[in-house]
DNA sequence: CGAGTCGTTGAACGGAATCAATCGTCGTGG
DNA sequence: CCACGACGATTGATTCCGTTCAACGACTCG
């Protein structure tokens, strides 16, 4: 679910505010009444519950484009602390508007009910992806999913390390296994292009 | 998402109904009309999508107390096919009472969200966990966030060879590493039951 | 012009997958 | 009732491949 997607609920976009925060800055704590969920401009925010032990446990890193805390729409407090690991720009969602129009209007919540089931699906294929182990499997599984199915063309919006990242390889994996499949004529590179040419060799 | 929450969400329970498929049996083929949603008993099921050149990409493996096919509640036809890879027993979860439902009752629509966005939450986590590399990490990151805090103990309804997946790893490997844990007094096994003793040692 | 980042390649290491074998248990059917 | 098969749990040995550390060029941006 992008921020944009959830703005887009709003009828009202005056009461949308935004804020940056630096590195190691608290956009909430654990405990801290929860009035808002968030997206993520650009940045990068981490989502950490602190264990009774006082260790830190990350249990999501959200990024540019992403939203957070939409769990917190039905709690009165939130269980974690969201913490700024970089220099972040972020929208807040009030609750309680979203909540009323929720209410009010079916509409609207069939809306948010396809943006999270579309969401949940989403996540699911990545999981699933981590679940291929062979780093040649697990790009080419990605180009299938992801390259148009006509041309077998894949824009890259983000730097390739972060397709490493969203891959789970490290980035020279990533790098190395690209140049493999390009020499095996499996795909084609061009400035922020992949093009999958030989589609026969999963 | 599991089935018994989805089924609380309807009134007349005389609308769902079951159906046993062997293995290798489809549920719904690509394009099929979308007239349901789907919990499963027992058994298991992937979302396969077929690709231009007819090979087969899992998108999802779904298991035992969960649903799948949600996204479907919003589009017209199924965009994969759902086979049945075992002796699997499905819930039908028909989409017309569903839409309506939502339709006329806010309440209902919310818990649907709050259901949806405590998956989204789920998902995230598991994803994070798989960006732990080294498999004892992972076993304990996994064990803090599922144990009971009080206790450090966790109860295992499901074999080890299970849990195994869920955190990709590959069953030999957990086995391994849970006894290793055990030598160094960090855990402590007893049937179904796993307890974290000494919690210093992430 | 220098700092920072992306992209790229090389070398070495380590750790998880894999193959394999064994044991125990549970359910089933002859 | 017992034999058999299926499956979970466990341990050993080996292999392999992805990470890590390192170094470098290209490019951008302040």
Excluded: W
């Excluded at 921020?3 to 709003?10: K, R, T, Y």
């Excluded at 032990?53 to 990350?58: F, H, M, N, Q, T």
């Amino acid at each position: 679910m992008t921020p944009e997607e959830l703005s887009s609920l709003f009828s009202n976009r005056a009461e949308l505010l935004e804020r940056n925060f630096a590195p190691d800055e608290a956009i909430f704590r654990q405990g801290d009444e929860a009035n808002y969920i968030y997206g993520i401009i650009s940045g990068r925010v981490q989502l950490v519950r602190i264990t009774s032990e006082g260790r830190p446990l990350v249990m999501f890193t959200a990024t540019a484009n992403e939203t957070f805390a939409e769990a917190a729409l039905f709690s009165p407090i939130y269980h974690c602390d969201a913490i700024s690991s970089d220099n972040t720009k972020i929208i807040f969602f009030p609750k309680k508007p979203l909540l009323d129009l929720l209410q009010s209007s079916p509409d609207a919540a069939r809306q948010l009910i396809a943006l999270l089931a579309r969401q949940v699906r989403d996540l699911r294929t990545r999981l699933e992806l981590r679940n291929i182990l062979s780093a040649k499997d697990r790009i080419l599984h990605f180009l299938y999913m992801n390259a148009s199915p006509l041309t077998g063309s894949l824009i890259l919006q983000a730097p390739l390390k972060e397709l490493a990242a969203e891959l789970g390889l490290a980035h020279e994996t990533l790098y190395r296994e690209l140049a493999k499949l390009e020499k095996e004529n499996i795909i084609q590179r061009r400035e922020n292009e992949i093009i999958l040419i030989n589609r026969d060799t999963i």
